[in-house]
């Protein structure tokens, strides 16, 4: 039965209609995977038992002739989501044994749509990280290796647990979210497909909170086409989410194989980076050119702004997850530490609760916004994020459809090799990807090649506001012509 | 400023000036809270009116609720303040188990309502115009229970999420007296449009006030904050004690220290809460789960077209179209239950053009009168609108004198019924009989002769022949009758 767990979604919703199979048969092949994956660390809770019923479930709705367009299909759920009645943490130990009530908006409608629970992912605590280290239940493994090599490497973060399980076959798709590269990041490191789509574009309701401005939940998945379906059931207006926006959810999956001729994509110059590795370089060069047999113009394009975007980035977002985390104070829910008052109490829980990546964007939050810094930094870096809004505007009224980058500066990289001493190192791992959430626009990280070691590179596709279907023809474009990878098992 | 409209101090050394402003946090009546759907029912069960969004958990989002956003418009314009059609949520952000997310979304820099402005009244009948800075929006905070346990405190977050408009006024105020009526005034203007109850027994009106002292008309002096008072009365005596404290501090060559003080209305002074180096650094910037609260011109001038007849206006009114004085007018006007009850009696009057300004008297005298006495509110009155006008429709036909109404006026308030009834009844109708009249003033003439004798070189002493008649007929003899006879037969 394992070979089920080797085909696409798109494959599994035709076998499952067809009735080759049951989800209940492909939900097993999952679980036994995933059994078998635990090494890779990808799963932090496993539901099984639930797993099972929503199966049967998907069964019978399927039976009845009225399946979601999702039903049967397992996925994974990165722990970020709050899911009812199954542990939820953010991966923190100050969420230790949190049980929501309630159901995210994205994975309310995923269920909605028939899809299974297979169980929680692991990611980088509170999305904090771009290696998944910083996770209190410890690194995911990335399914890929170096070649010749033994050595584990991180999938990427912060959504590595998603990362990591769809490249390994242990979930069919899976959720992640997005607050600088979180998405893009880990599947260009694993070879998947991650789209973060534009801000506004799927509810955060129900999404343990990192940065409110910058956080956008996306999916990560097997193929562009995958990521098309999955994101057309996550997408939509929630009115418990002011800033999710009320327009019609395209069906996506229909932009695939959609002609790409005629569009203008923009290489923006700025992205050049000094001393950038030469089989990025060649990457890039390989994906305008097939672009370009495909019928798409290519232009040079400048983003002026993007070298101030990540120093901004690192000003705003730990700004709001100063305060966004600020809940977590040993008074409601998760873990308490008691002391002899309430400030004991608070500074025993939150010292004892995050972790030093945490603790270390708290602190840097709360000095940005201090009486006398709030101007020199937080103005500034929204400042600077207008502009670089306005970089990206000024392409798109020229013309240009797309533009099209790098979505990694590197492949991925040994665990604990990055950051120990400066987690600027570390930071530096977005500096592609940080742009588009600062403009708040739609970014496509697709699969498109190997460095010299065996490891997968991806590249980066940044869209016009709400023209996620424009990415999804121009991904596809690119995942035909680069072909799909798989890591040789080793777990 | 002319010192004819406030009160300045005496110090060893001179007079001093106080400088008065205040923050009012006027509890918003809406069904639900500022950005939950939870209960705004005040009591309950602690932890009976919670949702998830006010307890901050995991992922939770705030919505505004519009409700919310009209009450503050609709208070603006009652302070005719400037409406921003754009106003911000910002995260005041601070650690207290009161406040479950760790901030209060409140509104900083760009507030819900500008500057605007209140006119109070002052005893003999002085006004002045106090200017609002501004008002805005905002969370309540829960409330900690330290009684329930001997070594914890527990939190009910009820309250936790309410709106509140904080409302906060130009230091544009001069003594005591101008802050209780500043107070006063502002509270019937939120009773009068129904956006804040004004109940500050139940908290849902707070004063923060800001006092200062300088020498009159002089640089402005380091202010005090006295946080969280509860009661006009305490306002007035915080606001004298904290003066008094600050003018012996300047006066023995010490210097003020900006500070947050609290009252204790048990030893009646001020003391210490915390000093500005303790003040937090809230660390304000604008919620980024909020957009920026936006509505157009239309749905402001929707809103003020239906506001209410507010006090100001209902006073000038009442002065122009029924005679009244201003200091009836005034006490009508003060509240709006009272203004309500005069003007139902004024519908219920057969002749209100004629009987208008008699009805007022009698709501200010009998009625306010009485209920005073019993420590009763207009809410309560025993006698109602419908009651009263036929009362006064009784005197001012002639039925009955202003004597017997106010027997009638008892009747009814012990006993209820139809006044005119009871009137026909009880046989309280006043005698307009002249010949009825006349038989008693001839026998009381007859019986007197040395008294008739003398009023014609003391006219004074007819008013003893009025009372003897009026005496005789039970009180029912038409007065003005009972004089012109008199005055006839006995030649004056």
Redesign the interface.
């Known amino acids: 039965m394992t070979d089920l767990t080797s085909l696409t979604l798109a494959a599994a919703r035709k076998g499952l209609a067809d009735k080759t199979f049951t989800s209940l048969e492909l939900t097993d092949a999952h679980l036994s995977a995933i059994e078998a994956a635990r090494v890779l660390n990808a799963f932090v809770m496993e539901t099984p038992d639930q797993a099972r019923s929503m199966a049967r479930e998907a069964d019978a709705r399927i039976a009845r002739g009225d399946a979601g367009p999702l039903a049967g299909i397992p996925l994974g759920i990165k722990d970020l989501f709050a899911t009812k009645g199954v542990r939820t943490t953010a991966c923190s130990k100050i969420l230790d044994n949190f049980v929501p009530t309630y159901e995210s908006t994205v994975t309310s409608q995923l269920w909605r749509d028939g899809a299974v629970l297979l169980g929680k992912l692991n990611n980088d605590e509170f999305a904090m990280g771009s290696s998944n280290e910083t996770s209190c239940f410890g690194p995911v493994g990335n399914p890929w290796r170096r070649d010749g090599s033994n050595a584990t490497l991180v999938p990427g973060g912060s959504s590595g647990g998603s990362a990591s399980a769809v490249a390994a076959l242990l979930c069919m798709g899976a959720t992640a979210t997005d607050t600088g590269g979180s998405i893009r990041q880990p599947a260009a490191f694993t070879a998947t497909v991650g789209i973060k789509p534009t801000y506004g574009r799927c509810s955060r309701w129900g999404i343990v909170a990192f940065a409110s401005s910058l956080d956008q939940a996306g999916p990560i998945a097997r193929s562009v086409r995958d990521a098309a379906m999955l994101l057309r059931s996550m997408a939509g207006h929630d009115p418990k989410d002011t800033t999710s926006v009320d327009i019609p959810v395209p069906d996506y999956e229909a932009a695939i194989g959609k002609s790409v001729k005629g569009m203008k994509i923009g290489i923006p110059r700025e992205y050049r980076l000094d001393g950038m590795p030469a089989e990025i370089e060649k990457l890039w060069s390989a994906g305008a050119d097939w672009l370009r047999s495909a019928g798409a113009e290519l232009v040079e394009v400048s983003l002026p702004h993007t070298k101030y975007a990540l120093p901004a980035y690192y000003i705003v977002a730990p700004a709001e997850a100063s305060s966004n985390l600020a809940r977590y104070d040993g008074v409601r829910y998760g873990l308490r530490e008691q002391g002899r008052n309430i400030i004991e109490l608070y500074e025993n829980t939150r010292a004892e609760g995050f972790g030093a990546e945490v603790k270390r964007r708290v602190m840097i939050g709360t000095y940005v916004l201090s009486a006398g810094y709030y101007d020199a930094y937080y103005l500034r870096a929204q400042k600077v994020r207008t502009l670089i809004k306005k970089d990206f505007e000024d392409c798109f009224t020229k013309g240009v459809d797309a533009i099209l980058t790098p979505a990694t500066p590197s492949a991925a990289f040994g665990i604990g090799e990055k950051g120990g001493a400066d987690p600027v190192e570390m930071y530096l791992n977005d500096i592609f990807t940080v742009t588009v959430n600062m403009a708040g626009l739609p970014g496509i990280a697709v699969p498109a090649g190997k460095d010299a070691q065996g490891l997968p590179l991806g590249l980066q596709l940044i869209g016009r506001p709400f023209d996620e279907e424009t990415l999804f023809s121009l991904g596809e474009v690119i995942e035909q012509a680069a072909g799909r990878f798989r890591p040789a098992r080793w777990w | 400023m002319s010192t004819a409209t406030h009160k300045l101090l005496k110090g060893a050394t001179g007079d001093w000036e106080m400088v008065i402003g205040m923050e009012i946090h006027a509890q918003v009546i809406s069904n639900s809270k500022l950005f939950s759907g939870a209960s705004t029912t005040f009591g309950g069960e602690p932890n009976s009116h919670v949702s998830?969004v006010d307890?901050?958990?995991?992922?939770?989002?705030?919505?505004?609720n519009e409700e919310c956003v009209r009450q503050a418009v609709r208070t603006g314009l009652g302070l005719n303040a400037k409406i921003n059609l754009r106003s911000v949520f910002d995260?005041k952000?601070y650690?207290?188990?009161d406040s479950?997310?760790?901030?209060q979304i409140s509104q900083y820099k760009s507030p819900v309502v500008g500057e605007g402005e209140v006119l109070i009244e002052l005893d003999g009948g002085r006004s002045v115009t106090i200017g609002i800075e501004r008002l805005h929006l905002e969370q309540d905070a829960g409330k900690l229970l330290h009684d329930q346990s001997p070594s914890m405190?527990f939190?009910d977050l009820n309250r936790c999420g309410v709106a509140l408009m904080e409302i906060v006024s130009k230091p544009d105020i001069r003594d005591a007296e101008q802050a209780k009526a500043y107070v006063t005034k502002l509270r019937s203007i939120l009773r009068y449009l129904g956006t804040c109850d004004g109940d500050m027994e139940k908290g849902s009106l707070r004063a923060d006030v800001n006092v200062s002292v300088r020498r009159p008309g002089g640089p402005l002096g380091t202010r005090c904050e006295i946080k969280n008072m509860n009661s006009i009365n305490f306002i007035g005596q915080a606001i004298e004690y904290e003066a008094r404290r600050q003018i012996e501090i300047l006066e023995d060559g010490g210097a003020i220290e900006q500070e947050t003080r609290l009252y204790d209305p048990n030893k009646g002074e001020t003391r210490s809460m915390r000093s500005k180096e303790e003040a937090h650094?809230y660390?304000?910037?604008p919620d980024?789960?909020?957009?920026p609260l936006e509505f157009s011109q239309e749905f402001v001038d929707d809103l003020k077209a239906k506001l209410p007849e507010l006090p100001d206006k209902k006073k000038m009114r009442f002065v122009a179209d029924f005679g009244l004085s201003a200091y009836d007018a005034s006490v009508l006007v003060a509240e709006r239950e009272s203004a309500v009850f005069y003007e139902t009696v004024l519908d219920k009057l057969a002749n209100r053009a004629r009987d208008a300004k008699m009805a007022a008297n009698w709501v200010i005298n009998e009625l306010f009168g009485r209920l005073n006495k019993e420590g009763r509110d207009i809410t309560g009155s025993p006698v109602n609108a419908e009651q009263l006008a036929a009362i006064i429709d009784l005197i001012g036909e002639g039925t009955i004198s202003g004597k017997i109404a106010k027997d009638l006026f008892e009747i009814v308030w012990q006993e209820g019924g139809d006044p005119r009834a009871l009137v026909e009844s009880r046989g309280m109708k006043q005698v307009t009989d002249l010949s009825a009249i006349e038989k008693v003033v001839d026998d009381i003439i007859a019986a007197n002769p040395d008294k008739a004798a003398q009023v014609k070189d003391k006219p004074q002493s007819l008013g003893w022949f009025v009372g003897q008649v009026m005496k005789a007929s039970g009180g029912k003899a038409n007065p003005q009758s009972v004089n012109d006879l008199l005055k006839s037969k006995l030649g004056v």
Do not use: C, E, H
């Open positions: 998830l307890a901050a958990m995991p992922g939770m989002l705030p919505v505004i995260r952000n650690f207290y188990p479950p997310q760790g901030y405190s939190v650094d660390r304000y910037f980024p789960d909020l957009l």
